[in-house]
């Protein structure tokens, strides 16, 4: 019996967790990536080479190209497991990380952000 417990846990366990994006981001810092990218130095295939294609990529007005690079982590909510309770109260927690890169015309990084903030989704029967 204690072993049919301990399995039941530990799935409740592996089933919590969830993550997606760019998996090279899951362990970057802001003065991780500042050591990678220089501004006016680092090339597109550079970074492309570091953090591979980006998630998404958009333009400015005056042409510039922006790359974004996203990884979330998140852990589901311990209310999430517990019958009643769950309809209403559940969702995950956990951590968001975004690279975002711009280039000038010439293909070299002219500006890049690192930004790391803690999201908190619900996703409850009654909101």
């Given at each position: 019996?204690?072993?049919?417990?301990?399995l039941?846990?530990?799935?409740?366990?592996?089933?919590?967790?969830?993550?997606?994006?760019?998996?090279?981001?899951?362990?970057?810092?802001?003065?991780?990536?500042?050591?990678?990218?220089?501004?006016?130095?680092?090339?597109?295939?550079?970074?492309?080479?570091?953090?591979?294609?980006?998630?998404?990529?958009?333009?400015?007005?005056s042409?510039?190209?922006?790359w974004?690079?996203?990884?979330?982590?998140t852990?589901?909510?311990?209310?999430?497991?517990?019958?009643?309770?769950?309809?209403?109260?559940?969702?995950?927690?956990?951590?968001?990380?975004?690279?975002?890169i711009?280039?000038?015309?010439?293909?070299?990084?002219?500006?890049?952000?690192?930004?790391?903030?803690?999201?908190?989704?619900?996703?409850?029967?009654?909101?």
């Amino acid at each position: 019996m204690k072993k049919i417990i301990i399995l039941i846990c530990s799935l409740f366990l592996v089933s919590g967790c969830a993550s997606t994006g760019n998996k090279v981001l899951k362990n970057e810092t802001s003065s991780a990536v500042a050591a990678k990218i220089t501004k006016g130095v680092t090339t597109k295939e550079q970074v492309r080479g570091m953090y591979g294609d980006p998630m998404t990529t958009s333009f400015t007005d005056s042409g510039k190209e922006i790359w974004k690079y996203e990884f979330v982590k998140t852990h589901a909510k311990a209310t999430n497991f517990i019958p009643l309770v769950s309809m209403f109260n559940s969702g995950a927690k956990g951590t968001k990380k975004e690279l975002v890169i711009m280039f000038d015309d010439n293909g070299i990084v002219k500006n890049y952000s690192m930004s790391s903030s803690k999201v908190d989704t619900d996703t409850s029967l009654f909101q």
